[in-house]
């Protein structure tokens, strides 16, 4: 019998994709088995005051180019394509119109975003779409979930059992991923550091720099 697909669903604004995001996406990938990993850049981030410094076409570059070279890692434009906020509920609701049940949908969020998951759009029903898998982040260790979200703690299960829960799950991840933020990254990028290089894959390096996507408006420079 052959096994049921597993697929690994991460989301982010990815003003710029780096080495953060990525480093989850491997220990997710390794740790659960997935046969697909989807990278889903928001349009609109419901969470974010503003909009992203680079344009969708920009991120959504940036992400295929990150992820390129990786079987089973795809850059998915689902929220893109979508107006409005991009909510979760509704990517995982396309995902399971389009043939991906909820027991097959593995949600891979940092530990600090799901900290404050009883904020999203349609929580809980949201926690029923698909399984979620919470990655530690730095400032916010793993073992505070279950003090920060009591209500969820008997929805947690160990990361091993996720694909034999009747209904979707909750599972930690205790790995150790770069400290990095977006914001700091842009401003590597506008100031030329070479730390830049080290924050995000090369090709994702010469893409910003190509098109001077966080380069400072002339009003800024004096």
Known sequence: MTAAPRVGLL???FDPIHEGHLSAARSA??????????????R???????????????????????VAGHPGWEACDLELEREGPSYSFDTLTALHQAGCPPRQLYFVIGSDAFAAIASWSRYPEVLDAAHFVVIARPGTPIDSLAARVPALA?????VGTLGDQPRPAIACLEVRTPDL???EIRAHAARGDAALDAAV???????IAQHRLYAPSPSAVR
């Open 181 to 183: 933020s977006s914001t």
């Open 154 to 158: 008997p929805r947690m299960v160990p």
């Open 201 to 207: 894959p090369a090709a994702v390096a010469t893409h």
């Open 29 to 42: 990938w390794t740790a659960l088995g997935l046969t697909r990993l989807l990278f889903v850049p928001s």
């Open 44 to 66: 609109q981030p419901p969470h974010r005051p503003g909009a992203p410094r680079a344009s969708a076409s920009h991120r959504f570059a940036m992400v295929a180019l990150a």
């Open 11 to 13: 989301g982010g604004t």
